[in-house]
């Protein structure tokens, strides 16, 4: 994984990230954008990243099992 370089892998990690399902795509979506370029991350929030993944922990809110607490462990991080 090598992150986010430019606004292309931005946009193209949101689209991902408003389709992924299941958790184990969930967080690696979340430690790609973990490595991401600072500037990248700035354009994550303007492609409202922080309502998806809001959605994220609202969906795992109830999941008590380990991959479900792994997940928000992970949001921890950003």
Known sequence: M???????????LCRLMVRAEDLQSRAQLLKLLQ???????????????LR???????DVGTNKSHDGLSLRMEVCYL
């Open 2 to 12: 090598s992150g986010l370089k430019n606004r292309a892998h931005t946009l193209t």
């Open 35 to 49: 490595v991401g370029e600072p500037a990248c991350r700035r354009l994550f929030l303007d492609y409202h990243g």
């Open 52 to 58: 998806l993944i809001w959605s994220w922990m609202m």
